[in-house]
């Protein structure tokens, strides 16, 4: 990704985050803007299957970022369970083995067991959807940590997505985080420009070999 197009996206999130604590008009737009400049930035990037599928993630996360934004809580997580499959479908060409990065693999299904022990009691007529979503990110950060995908920054940013996105189920059925909307947008953006730059720069580097 380009030096220009990095800048652009900084300053995006710093706006939002700035949005955040202060009345803003059209916050949604503010919000989607920063995966609109990194939706660009694949869509500026060689053909390849690679770029499709993360063009693909990224309409779906803008899509997500959009409904959550108005409120459309369960459409919202429609919206980014697809995105989380189209990454899990990238990681999935690299692939490697249950052996790579076992302890990575260790930690997530304990995660899965954690979070899944916390949420399940307060989900209410949610239940399904949210477990749905939980093992999906849960296999999205499995497949990453078991790839020969750089762990900086491929592997970092999937957890980091994961990470985000227990931020939002806690402070939605569990307990109000403290600076939640900080913590939660901070690891996502974090998490969404960590993936596309690494492996738009893998995409790159194969279709210069």
């Not at 710093?14 to 737009?29: A, E, H, I, K, T």
């Not at 869509?43 to 899509?63: N, Q, Y």
């Not at 227990?166 to 960590?194: C, D, E, H, R, W």
């Amino acid at each position: 990704m380009s030096l220009n197009l990095r800048s652009v996206f900084a300053v995006c999130v710093l706006l939002y985050m700035f949005g955040l604590y202060y009345s803003v008009d059209y916050l949604w737009l503010l919000k989607i803007t920063p995966i609109g400049i990194l939706g660009f930035a694949v869509l500026k990037s060689a053909p390849s299957a690679l770029r499709t599928t993360l063009l693909c993630a990224m309409i779906f996360s803008g899509c997500g970022d959009l409904l959550l934004a108005f409120d459309l809580f369960i459409y919202g997580i429609g919206a980014f369970l697809l995105a989380q499959l189209s990454y899990a479908w990238i990681f999935k060409s690299y692939w490697l083995g249950l052996e790579q990065r076992w302890f990575l693999t260790a930690l997530l299904s304990g995660y899965v067991v954690v979070m899944g022990s916390i949420l399940l009691p307060n989900l209410g007529d949610l239940q399904l959807p949210v477990s749905a979503y939980l093992l999906v990110i849960a296999t999205m950060g499995l497949l990453a940590a078991q790839s020969s995908l750089p762990f900086r920054w491929t592997v970092v940013g999937a957890l980091l997505f994961i990470v985000s996105d227990s931020f939002i189920a806690i402070n939605k059925f569990v307990t109000p985080l403290p600076m939640a909307g900080f913590l939660i947008m901070s690891t996502y953006y974090a998490a969404q420009f960590m993936l596309v730059d690494s492996l738009l720069a893998r995409a790159n580097k194969l279709s210069t070999a």
